[in-house]
């Protein structure tokens, strides 16, 4: 145990010296890191100016996919009329111009 505590003990010496010493370069370099800066969000404004301002994208089609489940012992009839309250609800939505029904295969485990 005593060997890997001291490989470890080496490795993050290593990289606590590594980082320390690329902090001190950067600190003394700091017009450069400035000017880089600057660089970085000149370059995210223009980037960002010729993206959507929406949270919806352009290629939404307006549709909304609905799943729903009932107990494992419950009939299609059961089935049919939760579906059918569903799309009652939704028809009485302002903005719902169509909805319509169709079923997924799901394997039986």
Known sequence: MNKFFYKFN???RWVNLNYT?????WVRRAPLVLVL???IVAGDILLF???PT???PTEDDGRIYLAFEIPEAGSTTRALTVL???QHIAQNVP???HTAFGTAARPIP
């Open 10 to 12: 080496e490795g993050f």
């Open 21 to 25: 010493l690329g902090v001190k370069g």
């Open 37 to 39: 800066l600057a660089c």
């Open 49 to 51: 100016k010729s993206k």
């Open 54 to 56: 929406g949270f919806i």
């Open 84 to 86: 059918d309250s569903i």
């Open 95 to 97: 903005g719902v111009f």
